[in-house]
């Protein structure tokens, strides 16, 4: 595993790779990772010839009152779990690298045929809703930097996981505007054995917070179950679930039902559906989700 820190230099290294006809799977990351990461690096390997792995905590994400000072760093730690992996080049470029002239610009790539969308008109509907609504221009900070990766590593996958449902949706879109050659592989969830969705957040709970924390999925889980089982409509199975979970977390920022593609809010049945919820425990953030898929409307 080779360390890179300068973007030109391997962009230069990942060019002569795809010169001699190997595929280059990508996994963008902000460190302190866990066995989710780790997931989406073995599916990498499974599927390319070249593993990249970037490690990048971005400023451009996270608003003035968040936690990005306090954000975990551990990049020795990270570097031993990735070191049993297959992963050929660990990118971890510093702040002035990733930004040169310290702004937060768009570049859009040269049209190929007549007009071309750019990067900020890929700054859609789906980035202001849902956690868009509570952290604005966090996803602009998203599009700014995964666009600024892509262009650097030119990978032919792109691994993201299912936890940040919303954040995978708002990329996929900007790869389609922009017409990039990369396709994105979204992999599943991966759970702690209590249920909770890993993350590097979860380092912040208190055990008091992380036995309260459990209470996420077990509402996400309860409230597909039952509107499965027609136990209820969507509104009252969703008032239920936001009832349960004011009991025992500190805070429900949200608690939506959504058409899994739009994000658009579902009020009546359908054959897909999305349910995603953002939940304070103490003063950590904690996002998550599933998909509702009925063999019946």
């Known amino acids: 595993m080779k360390l890179m820190r300068d973007p030109k230099k391997l962009q230069a290294i990942l060019k002569q790779e795809r010169r001699k006809g190997r595929s280059i799977g990508f996994i963008p990351t902000m460190g302190a990772l866990h066995g989710g990461h780790l997931s989406l690096v073995r599916a990498a390997n499974r599927e390319n010839d070249v593993t990249v792995v970037s490690i990048f905590v971005n400023p451009k994400q996270f608003g003035p009152k968040e936690d990005y000072a306090k954000y975990p760093r551990a990049l020795g730690t990270d570097r031993k779990l990735l070191q049993p992996l297959k992963v050929d080049y660990l990118f971890c470029p510093t702040v002035r690298g990733i930004y ?56 032919c996958r792109l691994y993201l996981g299912a936890k940040d449902y919303q954040q995978t949706a708002v990329l996929g879109r900007l790869v389609r505007d922009l017409g990039l050659a990369v396709r994105i592989r979204v992999m599943p969830t991966v759970r702690e054995k209590d249920g909770l969705a890993m993350s590097s957040r979860n380092q912040y709970l208190s055990p008091e917070e992380r036995r309260r ?51 658009m809010p579902v009020t009546k049945r359908r054959r897909e559906m999305a349910a995603l919820t953002a939940c304070f425990v103490g003063k950590t953030r904690l996002i998550d989700n599933v998909i509702i898929r009925a063999s019946r409307q």
């Open 100 to 155: 040169p002239r310290g702004d937060g610009s768009l570049p859009a790539p040269p049209p190929l045929t007549g007009s071309r969308p750019t990067a900020e008109k890929a700054d859609s509907s789906l980035s202001r809703r849902l956690c868009g609504k509570f952290r604005p221009g966090h996803f602009r900070g998203v599009m700014i930097v995964i666009t600024k990766l892509l262009d650097i590593i030119g990978p």
């Open 213 to 263: 924390a459990r209470a996420i999925p077990k509402a996400l889980k309860k409230f597909r179950q039952d509107l499965l089982n027609r136990k209820g409509t969507i509104a009252s199975l969703k008032a239920r679930a936001i009832r349960e979970l004011k009991r025992i977390v500190d805070r429900v920022q949200y608690f939506e039902i959504v058409d899994p593609v739009t994000l």
